[in-house]
């Protein structure tokens, strides 16, 4: 079945070290998006690609990095700079750029703790 | 700046009871809007697009109201399967991910 897969779905950190969140999707989707969820918060971008080896950042871009190498795959670091980076991390794609009534499709997330 | 407002709740409502809630967007070019559901510590999953001239979807109906610039979602006879955080989604004219804007979602809880 198609769909998006995130990984580690829980990942534990000390302060000052990098992670890299996983996401693979075999939608064939040209797009792809990392939100951030925060309790009580709505969904914050961070980072979109429309297409391979071209990436935007989003409302939240400070302390992350991303890279498209592949249609498929759209991993996101999450650097020391990063303030505060404990939250549930979603990784979603559509079909193409966002606009009319194309519509996202989700990843299960991973939720990120720092100690 | 692009706002889109939802009554956090919680609503608590019986089993089997009709409820409604709705969600404010600021932005009169919006063009498409959404509902999606999230079950707790879940992602969001698509519920049910928003048409101008509405839509229904089993149990579950979905309206537009551009002149007040509102959607709305109304679930007939609640099952308790139905609680959970329902996330309102709008898209501006420009298209592009950073034209969409999540809510922060209603909770809803059914209770037997």
């Known amino acids: 079945d198609g769909g998006i897969t995130q990984s580690p779905k829980y990942l534990f950190r000390k302060e000052g070290q990098n992670v890299t969140l996983s996401c693979e999707q075999n939608?064939?989707?040209?797009?792809m998006y990392w939100y951030r969820q925060d309790p009580g918060q709505g969904l914050r971008l961070i980072y979109y690609?429309?297409?391979?080896?071209?990436?935007q950042k989003g409302d939240i871009a400070e302390g992350y990095s991303v890279s498209r190498e592949k249609k498929e795959s759209f991993p996101l670091t999450v650097t020391s700079a990063q303030k505060n980076p404990t939250a549930f991390y979603l990784c979603?794609?559509?079909?193409?750029?966002?606009?009319?009534?194309?519509?996202?499709?989700f990843g299960a997330g991973s939720r990120l703790t720092v100690l | 700046r692009k706002e889109v407002e939802q009554d956090p709740g919680p609503f608590n409502v019986p089993e089997g009871a009709t409820v409604a809630f709705n969600c404010t967007y600021s932005?009169?070019?919006?063009?498409?809007f959404f509902w999606y559901r999230q079950d707790c510590r879940k992602e969001p999953k698509l519920l049910m697009s928003v048409y101008s001239s509405g839509n229904e979807d089993g149990r579950f109906t979905a309206q537009l109201n551009r002149a007040s610039q509102y959607i709305s979602l109304l679930i007939r006879d609640s099952k308790l399967s139905d609680s959970a955080t329902y996330l309102c989604?709008?898209?501006?004219?420009?298209?592009?991910?950073?034209?969409?804007?999540f809510g922060k979602g209603t909770h809803l809880i059914i209770q037997p």
């Open positions: 989604v709008v898209t501006d004219s420009g298209g592009g991910a950073d034209g969409l804007t």
């Open positions: 979603a794609s559509s079909l193409r750029q966002v606009s009319g009534a194309n519509v996202l499709t």
């Open positions: 939608l064939n989707h040209d797009a």
């Open positions: 932005n009169s070019a919006s063009q498409s």
């Open positions: 690609s429309q297409i391979v080896n071209d990436f």
